[in-house]
């Protein structure tokens, strides 16, 4: 069964930068073909997506993240990077990764992103 690892989450200062990881574990090569967002949560409020990478390396941002994070992909790794910049402590929040727009995968525990201001 396909897992996804996400890592690279801790706490930075406003103005700081993160690098996160999604890794998936056990689909083949099949997650190469679908498009990956990076999607976030905080408490009580509902999972946004924040980014987007397609098939062919196309990408999507969020307004409240454009020109802030870079979304990538590594199909031989099977891996989807998020690299945030000048981070702002309204970027706290538990991030994930998944297909989009339909989540094809389970869950996986994410990875708590803290920007202390």
């Known amino acids: 069964q396909a897992q996804l690892v996400e890592s690279g989450g801790g706490l930075v200062q406003a103005g700081g930068s993160l690098r996160l990881a999604c890794t998936v574990s056990?689909?083949?090569?099949?997650?190469?073909?679908?498009?990956w967002g990076w999607y976030r949560q905080t408490p009580g409020k509902q999972r946004d997506l924040v980014a987007s990478?397609?098939?062919?390396?196309?990408?999507n941002y969020a307004d409240s993240v454009k020109g802030r994070f870079t979304i990538s992909r590594d199909n031989a790794k099977n891996t989807v990077y998020l690299q945030m910049n000048s981070l702002k402590p309204e970027d706290t929040a538990v991030y994930y990764c998944n297909t989009v727009p339909s989540v094809r995968y389970f869950w996986g525990q994410g990875t708590q992103v803290t920007v202390s201001s």
């Open positions: 990478v397609g098939s062919g390396g196309g990408t």
């Open positions: 056990g689909s083949g090569r099949t997650s190469s073909v679908y498009t």
